[in-house]
């Protein structure tokens, strides 16, 4: 499985940018696709996560610090996942890491890196104040 990470970009404070991460390859019916995060000097950190099966949503969960202001979803024709990033704050800058997982992650599972076995190139996202 090959994912594609991209929509990265440069953008103010209280702006907005989409992200899309695009998966080839070998795909499943069922699958965990998630977002990361990575600033400088800090670790990565979880952000977002939905499951899908069959093109259908079972869940979306999201890290506290972007519930609200970030939205995940999914395109029920591709293997798609966005991730809507709305009031963007400069905190928001870093490097975003799309990541999947055949099958569904729950619980503590889904907000932890060894949990997905692919893993996209990442994309910058650097919000100014």
């Known amino acids: 499985v090959q994912l594609q990470a991209s929509g990265g970009g440069l953008v103010q404070a209280g702006g907005s940018l989409r992200l899309s991460c695009a998966a080839s390859?070998?795909?499943?019916?069922?699958?965990?696709m998630g977002w990361f995060r990575q600033a400088p000097g800090k670790e990565r950190e979880f952000v977002a996560t939905?499951?899908?099966?069959?093109?259908?949503?079972?869940?979306?969960y999201y890290a506290d610090s972007v519930k609200g202001r970030f939205t995940i979803s999914g395109d029920n024709v591709k293997t798609t996942v966005y991730l809507q990033m709305n009031s963007l704050k400069p905190d928001d800058t870093a490097v975003y890491y799309c990541?999947?997982?055949?099958?569904?992650?729950?619980?503590?599972?889904?907000?932890?890196?060894?949990?997905?076995?692919?893993w996209g190139q990442g994309t910058q996202v650097t919000v100014s104040s």
């Open positions: 990541a999947a997982v055949r099958g569904a992650l729950w619980e503590v599972a889904r907000t932890t890196e060894t949990s997905y076995d692919y």
């Open positions: 939905i499951i899908r099966s069959g093109g259908s949503t079972y869940y979306a």
């Open positions: 390859g070998r795909t499943f019916s069922t699958y965990t």
